[in-house]
């Protein structure tokens, strides 16, 4: 259980984190979202002790991060990947971090083992990629095996294969019973491995609900359907009461309509249709609307980070997964 | 099939799932042996210690034996002054590559973010910084002692004058080690104020070289005095003292130096502490 209490902290004049109160529940994966520069690194370095903050305070089962002897054993976090010294081997870095909390040696070869990395376990790591360091980061979170761990952006520079393997992983880890916190700013991410959600922007906390109300407040749901006489159809549609939007490439998409309705509906009047499919979504574009605000008052981000709001809502990272989970 | 390593299956430890978890591992005090146990492994798992304590080792026995080999050969006379004192110019510049393992030792941490790692890890900032400067210092202390010891030896052997008492062996061996190593912490510290290993290393060899090379170059009368102090409590000088072949006559004598370099490397632990206590990481 971690507990964050009016966390707060300033660089000069800018505030990073803002009056931040939230907890972590042990035996579930929160996640932590909000837009690049919302203060994410900022409060998990606050957490860690790592950064002072300026008023407040973080408590890791009631105890302040510096009153933990052997915090490995509590704690494990993965920060950043190359949070290690590259001219030396992946296990000499991780032997080092063990000996300081008295952990036996032998669980490096077994953390090391938990990542895939024994192959290159005496290699140095500065000759790592991204994703390799990633894993290395997330061994040496593992390896006092603590109720705790924090992963900050843990699938970057992973390729799909260990995407997978990382979300299974946490779930595997909150199983288990252990406190997952775990951070992002694609929405998508979190959505498929986080029960809880927390997200800030501007450092400030925008909400904080399980992952399951989220998704029912803010995700609409719709049905897509193509059909090759798609002028009968939408006829046939209005008449039934349906509005039908057209959604570019010859798709219509439909409010708040089931698909036995809709399949039925074009079955009756014996109409083709080439797709007719479930959509749920779209959870990216309702973080980006709830984050927005945040984000407009960023100086570095307004061009490219300006969300979108006025166009309708086309196909959306993770959403094939989505509906496929849903299937 | 080409990445080199091999997926696992989802991490299963043997205690089975739990309603919290906790770590199988017994958790217990941390103390300060976990912590140098971590450092030695630190810093003997990096190349640079290799490299500088390599250079240095060539540096005190080559230049060490080659003195040695010159006043043998020219059949100079050393003026009653003890054969030892020819390890000067190998201690000089030995000196240099235990100010760069001094800087790197924590400066690298900064430079490669490992710093958050080892503070996750160990958050009291005071043991991390004792653990690091104990091993350092013992590190260079014994190889120093050993290393001028050895050359001291040769020098004798080789250069057949004059006779070293006890003292000066002493003070040639152990005193130069204690003030060498000290040397070094001075720039760990500084190294942990500046948090770069380029800048701090700067700084430090700066402070080696610069008294005497602005003593140099002051003509004027008036800065006389100045030149004076500026000569005599130059780390070259404050070497030389030890060996007891200072240039000057008056300014620190016998065991002075080392008193200077300790208050002076206190002073500086003292606000490393302090820094690494209160900054954000």
């Known amino acids: 259980m971690i507990e964050l209490e009016g966390l707060t902290k300033r660089f000069g004049s800018t505030t990073a984190v803002d009056d931040l109160s939230f907890q972590v529940r042990p035996g579930v994966v929160t996640g932590f979202l909000g837009p690049n520069g919302a203060g994410k690194s900022t409060t998990m370095r606050m957490m860690l002790d790592l950064d002072n ?6 408590r890791i089962d009631g105890k302040h991060y510096r009153e933990l002897e052997e915090p490995l054993k509590y704690i494990g976090a993965l920060l950043d990947a190359k949070a290690m010294h590259g001219g030396r081997s992946a296990y000499n870095n991780l032997l080092c971090l063990a000996q300081s909390n008295r952990i036996p040696a032998s669980r490096v070869a077994e953390a090391l083992d938990v990542v895939g990395l024994t192959a290159v376990a005496r290699k140095k790591t500065k000759s790592f990629s991204l994703g390799m360091g990633q894993r290395l980061g997330i061994a040496s979170a593992l390896l006092g095996d603590p109720e705790i761990l924090m992963f900050d952006e843990p699938v970057n520079g992973l390729d799909p294969e260990g995407i997978h393997w990382i979300r299974n992983l946490m779930k595997t880890l909150a199983c288990q019973g252990r406190t997952i916190f775990v951070s992002s700013h694609l929405m998508s991410e979190m959505a498929l491995t986080a029960e809880h959600l927390i997200v800030i922007g501007q450092g400030r906390l925008l909400a904080d609900t399980s992952m399951a109300d989220f998704i029912h407040e803010n995700s609409r749901s719709y049905v897509r359907l193509r059909s090759p006489q798609q002028e009968r159809l939408r006829d046939v549609l209005h008449e039934s009461g349906f509005t039908a939007v057209e959604s570019g490439n010859g798709t219509l998409e439909i409010d708040g309509a089931t698909t036995e309705a809709i399949g039925e509906l074009a079955a009756s009047h014996q109409l083709v249709l080439h797709e007719l499919s479930a959509q749920r979504a779209s959870l990216e574009e309702a973080f980006m609307q709830m984050t927005a605000g945040a984000v407009e008052y960023h100086a570095h981000s307004t061009g490219e980070a300006a969300p979108p709001p006025a166009t309708p809502p086309g196909p959306q990272w993770g959403q094939s997964y989505q509906s496929s989970k849903g299937a | 099939m080409t990445t080199p390593y091999q997926q696992q299956a989802p991490y299963q430890p043997q205690g089975g799932p739990a309603a919290a978890y906790s770590s199988p591992i017994p958790v217990r005090d941390a103390h300060l042996g976990d912590a140098l146990a971590s450092e030695w492994t630190k810093i003997r798992s990096v190349r640079s210690t290799m490299w500088t304590l390599g250079v240095m080792i060539v540096l005190m026995v080559g230049l060490g034996v080659l003195s040695a080999v010159v006043v043998s050969a020219a059949d100079a006379d050393l003026e009653g002054q003890s054969v030892l004192s ?4 190998g201690v000089l510049l030995g000196s240099i590559c235990v100010i760069t393992l001094g800087v790197l030792t924590i400066a690298s941490e900064y430079g490669t973010g ?16 004792t653990a690091k400067a104990v091993v350092f210092f013992l590190l260079v202390f014994t190889l120093t002692t050993v290393i001028t010891a050895i050359v001291g030896g040769l020098q004798t052997l080789i250069v057949d004058q004059g006779s070293s008492t006890g003292e000066d062996w002493f003070r040639a061996t152990v005193g130069i080690a204690l003030y060498v190593a000290t040397l070094g912490l001075l720039s760990l510290a500084v190294g942990t104020l500046i948090r770069h290993s380029a800048g701090a290393i700067t700084v430090m060899i700066g402070v080696v070289l610069l008294p005497l090379v602005l ?11 100045l030149q004076q102090a500026l000569f005599e409590y130059s780390i070259p000088n404050q070497i030389g003292v030890l060996y007891d072949t200072a240039v000057t006559e008056s300014g620190p004598a016998g065991w002075d130096p080392l008193w200077i370099m300790l208050g002076v490397t206190a002073v500086a632990l003292a606000g490393a502490y302090a820094s690494l206590n209160t900054r954000d990481v």
Do not use: H, K, N, W
């Open chain 2, 215 to 225: 003593a140099m170059f002051m003509f004027s009368e008036s800065l006389r005095d």
């Open chain 1, 53 to 58: 903050p300026t008023s407040g305070t973080v």
């Open chain 2, 114 to 129: 490992m710093i958050r790692t080892t503070l996750t890890a160990c958050p009291s900032r005071a043991r991390v910084l």
């Open chain 2, 86 to 89: 020819l390890g000067f110019f």
